[in-house]
T-cell receptor, first 114, second 114 residues
Framework: GENVEQHPSTLSVQEGDSAVIKCTYS??????FPWYKQELGKRPQLIID?????GEKKDQRIAVTLNKTAKHFSLHITETQPEDSAVYFC?????????????FGSGTRLQVQP | SAVISQKPSRDICQRGTSLTIQCQVD?????MFWYRQQPGQSLTLIAT?????????ESGFVIDKFPISRPNLTFSTLTVSNMSPEDSSIYLC???????????FGQGTRLTVV
């Protein structure tokens, strides 16, 4: 089955700096790659997603890039703010047929220092 | 977006007992899933809840321990049976409203087994 690896496990940045989180996946059939933000004691919330027919997607300060050949995708957060502090999870799934459930990475705890 | 109501939000249970967690969605959804999130860890898929048929379980999870029902397109239950302290975790319901759309999560059930 699918295996998703995520790095780093923790990331500390100064407010205003950029943060990058990287994930690799094993199943070349995976075609949907969401990123979730989970604040302490709360449910995971989708912040951005990308499908395999797109190489990059941006939404304000957040962007995701996908390299299908290398089977890795990354989350980029620019101009970080203290409210960006949370745990971020990448995930992968097959959204057309087959396994539709998400396989999650291990998570990255991001701390933005004011 | 789908509004998910998950109950109970938390519970403390005696070992050897069972707890049933409910997941109610405000609209019909195509897919429903149950995940487990152990303290400080990532999300692990327990099973896909299939409407009108037996759930599809992931490796390491069995029906006798985690029976699941999905009587219709808006409701599912997960039972954690014969609980032990190792079952202490957060259990999350997730839904996909329509084919090829994002997955939403319930607020989770924080279970402590003593």
């Amino acid at each position: 089955g699918e295996n998703v690896e995520q790095h780093p496990s923790t990331l500390s940045v100064q407010e205003g700096d950029s943060a990058v989180i990287k994930c690799t996946y094993s199943d070349s059939a995976s075609n949907y790659f969401p990123w979730y933000k989970q604040e302490l004691g709360k449910r995971p919330q989708l912040i951005i997603d990308i499908r395999s027919n797109v190489g990059e997607k941006k939404d304000q300060r957040i962007a995701v890039t996908l390299n299908k050949t290398a089977k890795h995708f990354s989350l980029h957060i620019t101009e970080t703010q203290p409210e960006d502090s949370a745990v971020y999870f990448c995930a992968a799934s097959i959204r057309t047929t087959g396994r539709r459930a998400l396989t999650f990475g291990s998570g990255t705890r991001l701390q933005v220092q004011p | 977006s789908a509004v998910i109501s998950q109950k109970p939000s938390r519970d403390i249970c005696q070992r050897g007992t069972s707890l049933t967690i409910q997941c109610q969605v405000d609209s019909q959804v195509t897919m429903m899933f149950w995940y487990r999130q152990q303290p400080g860890q990532s999300l692990t898929l327990i099973a896909t809840a299939n409407q009108g048929s037996e759930a599809t379980y992931e490796s390491g999870f069995v029906i006798d321990k985690f029976p699941i029902s999905r009587p219709n397109l808006t409701f599912s239950t997960l039972t954690v049976s014969n609980m032990s302290p190792e079952d202490s975790s957060i259990y999350l319901c997730s839904v996909e409203a329509r084919v090829n759309t994002e997955a939403f999560f319930g607020q989770g059930t924080r279970l402590t087994v003593v």
